[in-house]
């Protein structure tokens, strides 16, 4: 595992242990999303470096068109529970509570 | 140039922790804003110009219509910086867990400085990020009719949320 592997492996996993530990604010989890996608799109990019493989850089073109889809239904998601319960924070979303 | 791209790849894990860390999502935006700049000169020095443009194209303006809506939305009288002891707190949390992973996987003693570069040999050859992302238009119009299919139905998904308090997706109860 060479250090550039070891840093977007890393910021993979960094931003998904972020999304899985508890957020104050709906905006933060989803700015974890985007990171996620950040370090997705990085590895997707040196996969074609290493292997000189041009057909191979679209997909990383690709995933960006579908992170931009998740992004905008992400924020329309938050506008719309912030419309119906007040504000954006997290545990004004938790199903357990009445 | 090797510790350069070493140096920009450790900015990128910073600007993720920045975010991962929990603050307040006017911080959070910033940390992301330098990952995504660490990244793209990561990018851009390993010699794919052209992805490293359009990620930091698109990521700059996604990020400003985010930092739009954070500043809108999440309003805080008192934003939490990364010098809070909360904040703090899962910064060590996360390069504990992190760092602990990667001692018990067994990842600590294989290290190697490879470092693969994409060169261009001229200007009358294509070079690899620019025929690559071009061939999407001709041998991959399938999955650019499905890429352009799903942006406009994610017109429609977020029309059909935002709709309103009594006719949309999501209703108030």
Known sequence: ?98 | MTYFVFFLGVCFVLGILGVASNPSPYYGVVGLVLASVAGCGWLLSLGVSFVALVLFMVYLGGMLVVFVYSVALAAEPFPEAWGDWRVLGYVVALVVVVLGGLVLGGFVGSWGFGVNTVDSVGMFVVRLDFSGVAMLYSRGVGMFLIAGWGLLLTLFVVLELVRGLSRGAIRAV
Do not use: Y
């Open chain 1, 1 to 98: 595992m060479s250090p550039l592997h070891l840093s977007f492996c890393s910021a993979f996993v960094l931003s998904g242990l972020g999304l899985a530990f508890h957020r104050t604010h709906l905006v933060s989890a989803l700015l974890c999303l985007e990171s996620m996608m950040l370090s997705m799109f990085v590895g997707l990019t040196m996969w074609p470096i290493e292997n000189q493989t041009p057909s191979f850089t679209m997909v990383p073109i690709i995933m960006l068109t579908f992170s931009a889809c998740e992004a905008g239904t992400g924020l329309a998601i938050l506008v719309a529970s912030t419309r119906t319960h007040g504000s954006d924070h997290l545990h004004n979303l938790s199903l357990l509570q009445c």
